[in-house]
């Protein structure tokens, strides 16, 4: 058992360090990505700023606990990236014949499709969001204690699975369809959507669907509910809301994997 752990941590390793010096092999893109994910980062922040300043609070919601709200978003949304940027391609690796390559290796086939390729220019969209994250804190006066350090780091961790999930799940589709980038744009702006905004703005219907069917309401809103003693609105959970992100997360992210393969069964490899 350790010893297949070893490999598979070796292997992983080499993959990263792969992955890494063939984005640094084009530093002018990397550059690129610099300079336009902070403007777009910032510039949602600023528009923010505007709304509640022009206009009033959303359903509550003053401008540092929106702040804060989109600034955890974003954290777990850069950590994804990082971690799980594969599962936005799946489609174009079922068409050109990706998946053959990682089938015909002794390894795990889901292993290789989240370890094979770590995006270090990924850490370019964790940047703007810690620093507005932690922006929003000293704007809330969130309290650095222990057990909260602790919830945070489990909120970021469930948020993460939770997002991985809806990909690899939407990604699970193209063994059937072939296709489904317009699939994954339309979830990552509904993302952004439900992430960015409290979820207590939207109708209720939307609302249980982000709660319960879709759970992407737990990435950032109902954590963020309460660490900052908001009010959760129609769902009345127990334990605290921040330790139900992980739970779901992880729940969602084992689900996702059974889709996964069922999928791969389903596979018909590339050909013309």
């Keep these: 058992m350790m010893s297949s ?5 070796s292997v992983a390793s080499c993959f990263a360090r792969l992955a890494v010096q063939r984005q640094l092999e084009y530093p002018l893109f990397l550059f690129s990505w610099l300079l336009m994910i902070p403007i777009q980062y910032f510039s949602g922040i600023w528009m923010l ?10 359903n509550g919601w003053d401008f ?10 974003l954290v777990s949304h ?4 990082v971690f799980f940027i594969n599962t936005w391609h799946i489609d174009n690796m079922v068409i050109n014949g990706g998946f ?3 089938l015909l290796r002794p390894m795990n086939v889901f292993f290789q499709l989240v370890a094979s390729y770590v995006n270090f220019i990924g850490l370019i969209d964790c940047i703007p969001g810690i620093i507005i994250f932690l922006y929003g804190c000293q704007l809330v006066g969130f309290e ?4 909260n350090i602790v919830k945070l780091v489990l909120v970021l961790l469930g948020g993460v699975l939770l997002r991985a999930a809806l990909f690899i799940s939407l990604g699970t589709i193209a063994f059937w369809t072939k296709r489904n980038g317009s699939m994954v744009g339309f979830a990552l702006s509904m993302l952004e959507r439900a992430t960015m905004y409290p979820l207590s703005i939207y109708p209720f219907v939307l609302q249980a669907l982000f709660t319960f069917l879709i759970p992407i309401g737990f990435i950032s809103f109902y954590p963020a509910v309460e660490f900052l003693g908001k009010d959760s609105g ?3 959970l127990p334990l605290s809301l921040a330790l139900w992100t992980p739970i779901i997360g992880l729940a969602c992210f084992l689900l996702a994997h059974w889709i996964f393969r069922i999928g791969m069964k389903n596979y018909e490899s590339a050909g013309s």
């Design 49 to 58: 700023k505007i709304i509640v300043d022009r206009f009033q609070p959303l």
């Design 78 to 81: 850069g950590i994804f990236v």
């Design 234 to 236: 129609m769902v009345q």
């Design 5 to 9: 752990i070893r490999h598979y941590v």
């Design 64 to 73: 540092p606990e929106l702040t804060f709200l989109y600034g955890l978003a």
């Design 100 to 102: 053959d390559r990682l």
């Design 144 to 147: 650095w204690s222990f057990f």
